[in-house]
């Protein structure tokens, strides 16, 4: 069973910035793709940006440009720096991972979310 743990999320003022850490856990074996993903109040979830083991990322383009993406694959541990944060970006955050555990089954798991909260 792999599991992953968020943390990082806050509130945080317009223009303001936030880290959030998503570490996973478990029997793995290796990591494919870590996406980050949030539900806005009373919205759908949304895709937010991705990052493949070879380096590859993708943003919504509400985000590009303001936030970043990247991995420690050595700590299995997925980050989101998130610059220039505007009310819209309130929101649960999750992390997802898939790869393969240590009987080298795939797996796809979530994380249990972190709120992020951006106001005056």
């Known amino acids: 069973q792999v599991r992953l743990v968020e943390s990082g999320g806050g509130l945080v003022q317009p223009g303001g910035s936030l880290r959030l850490s998503c570490a996973a856990f478990?029997?793995?074996?290796?990591?494919?793709?870590m996406r980050w993903f949030r539900q806005p109040p009373g919205k759908e979830r949304e895709f937010v940006a991705l990052?493949?083991?070879?380096?590859?990322?993708d943003y919504v383009d509400s985000v590009k440009g303001r936030f970043t993406i990247s991995r420690d694959n050595a700590r299995n541990t997925l980050y989101l720096q998130m610059n220039i944060l505007k009310p819209e970006d309130t929101a649960v955050y999750s992390c997802?991972?898939?790869?393969?555990?240590?009987?080298?089954?795939?797996?796809?798991?979530w994380g249990q979310g972190t709120q992020v909260t951006v106001s005056s």
């Open positions: 997802n991972a898939v790869g393969y555990d240590t009987n080298y089954a795939n797996f796809d798991s």
């Open positions: 478990g029997n793995i074996f290796k990591i494919n793709n």
């Open positions: 990052s493949t083991r070879d380096g590859s990322t």
